[in-house]
């Protein structure tokens, strides 16, 4: 069963202040915005957060991985909240079931913990 993080706005804004200087904060926002326009753009916060997280605190980055999201927003929720699981996806059917279980606890747990910015 897939984990599915409950994220808001307030969690967008929270992690724009922690990854951005002050002085960025609008233009990140307003880049960020871009996605979620369309109403094919699903989990807006979500995806944002995903964009923020590969990103990595580069405006750059950040710009790519908000078009890339427009395209397709699976590739940046899968890339940001299942690494290990995702780079593991042809093998993984070779894996125990508990052996995935524990991939995908430790891709919650690295998603939780750079949300909580640790």
Known sequence: MQRV??????DVLRV???DYPAAAF??????????????WERERDRVQLAALKLAAGSAAELERQVEAAKRDYRDA??????P??????TPCRLLRPE???????????????????A
């Open 26 to 39: 609008a233009a990140v926002l307003s880049l960020l915005d871009r996605y979620g326009t369309e109403t």
């Open 16 to 18: 724009v202040r922690r």
């Open 99 to 117: 052996e995935i279980e524990a991939m995908d606890a430790r891709d919650w747990a690295q998603y939780r913990r750079w949300l909580a910015g």
């Open 5 to 10: 993080p409950n994220v808001s706005r307030d």
């Open 77 to 82: 929720l899968a890339e940001a909240e299942f």
């Open 84 to 89: 290990e699981s995702l780079a593991c996806m």
